[in-house]
């Protein structure tokens, strides 16, 4: 009888861990996406196991800085842009709302054209179709009352399903064990340094960072009663390995079916496209699958950042249940949405803006987060440690670097 008591309290333990999760799983979600299937599936074809250590790397700062915003949202009654308004100006706040909203809307039309990509290669029908129908899906999911908590559930749906479809296809192409413990000894094979450059770059995302200490304060609002936020660091460090798994398995994939062979991809579709002369048209429909999961996370993600930012940058604050952030979370889909269906792809006008604010923008994010941790009065005991404030000031001369040599790459 009492075994019968306890499996309910099991479940329901189990169920508030996981739903604990939700705000690193959103942020594994929404970073995540498309181009970063691409970029992956890139160094595996190109370069092999080689560059596994590179996904280490850009995982572990990318925990420093999201614990660092997960700490700013627990502690705060405020959320970060208004702390950056206090300590640093009004100035500084809207050009980093605006300057997200800004990156965000241009990168949309990629999560938009990956989701019609992954529905039209697995049903071969057009894919401005599903361009249409999954953004205004993703529209009508702001028209829930409490769209935190359905987004919560449906990132967590979608990263299992990438989980699940990643690792099944990581056992159907069975890598090299040797070759892939070897990967994780750093070395940087000719010709890989862009590549490097662009992983790191977009894994170890300061935007997604800095997005993390609004998602604890919205899961504050909207779980109060269910969801104490005492774990709330092991939480986001929980999602963030998650990402750093999936990306760790879709360069696995690709350095043990594509490397091999000499094929090189341009996509992620590529990608799955490679993989059915060798295992099959259920292997390609399985990293379809993980495309989809990818691709719509961020193209729901990435909306609700640059709209929940540019509200907060505004003064409308950043309450997702806002109608006015819900408006201009709609407004970045809707870019997204026209771009693809006009041009089909990412224009390049549109990467070279994106670029161009990203590199001047994310060294400014970053400082700003670390500098806000770092301080005592608002932070109480949540202030930075001594470590956290080494290993953040080495993150931000990483990030710096990568801006730098973005900046000579565009030059040139």
Do not use: H
């Not at 005592?376 to 949540?382: E, S, V």
Request: hydrophobic fraction near 55%; aromatic fraction near 10%.
């Amino acid at each position: 009888m009492l075994k019968n008591k306890e499996l309910p309290q099991k479940q329901n333990a189990f169920k508030r861990w996981l739903f604990s999760l939700g705000p690193g799983i959103i942020t594994a979600a929404l970073v995540f996406g498309p181009s970063k299937m691409t970029i992956t599936s890139k160094m595996g074809a190109d370069f092999g196991y080689s560059l596994l250590w590179v996904v280490v790397i850009a995982i572990f700062f990318m925990i420093i800085f999201t614990r660092m915003s997960t700490r700013i949202g627990s502690v705060s009654s405020v959320s970060l842009l208004s702390l950056i308004r206090q300590k640093f100006g009004n100035k500084v706040a809207i050009a980093i709302g605006v300057g997200i909203f800004l990156v965000t809307a241009s990168f949309q039309a990629g999560n938009s054209i990956g989701v019609g990509i992954a529905i039209a290669e697995a049903s071969d029908t057009n894919p401005l179709i599903w361009v249409l129908v999954f953004n205004a899906l993703g529209v009508m999911l702001l028209f829930f009352r409490s769209f935190y908590k359905l987004m919560e559930k449906l990132m967590i749906t979608l990263v299992a399903l990438m989980l699940f479809a990643f690792l099944t296809t990581l056992f159907m192409v069975n890598p090299d064990v040797t070759e892939t413990a070897r990967g994780f000894i750093p070395s940087i094979p000719l010709n890989s340094m862009g590549l490097v450059i662009a992983f790191t770059a977009s894994c170890f995302s300061l935007v997604g960072a800095f997005y993390q200490s609004y998602l604890v304060q919205e899961r504050k609002r909207s779980r109060a009663a269910d969801a104490p936020l005492e774990n709330a660091q092991s939480s986001s460090t929980t999602g963030i390995i998650i990402l750093g798994i999936m990306g760790s398995v879709v360069l696995i994939c690709a350095a043990a079916v594509l490397n091999p062979q000499g094929i090189k991809v341009t996509s992620a579709a590529e990608m799955a496209k490679a993989l059915e002369p060798l295992f099959g048209s259920y292997a390609a429909m399985l990293f379809f699958v993980g495309l989809f999961g990818a691709s719509f996370s961020s193209l729901v993600g990435n909306a609700t950042v640059g709209g929940t930012l540019l509200g907060d940058a505004l003064g409308y604050g950043s309450n997702l249940n806002t109608k006015i952030v819900k408006v201009f979370i709609a407004l970045v889909m809707i870019v997204g949405a026209g771009v693809a269906l006009k041009f089909g792809k990412l224009p390049l006008e549109l990467i070279v803006l994106a670029q161009s604010v990203t590199i001047f923008l994310v060294p400014f994010i970053g400082m700003a987060l670390y500098l806000i941790a770092n301080d005592k009065a608002i932070m109480g005991d949540k202030v930075n440690k001594t470590t956290t404030k080494i290993f953040g000031a080495l993150g931000l001369l990483l990030i710096i670097g990568l801006a730098i040599s973005n900046v000579i790459n565009m030059i040139n």
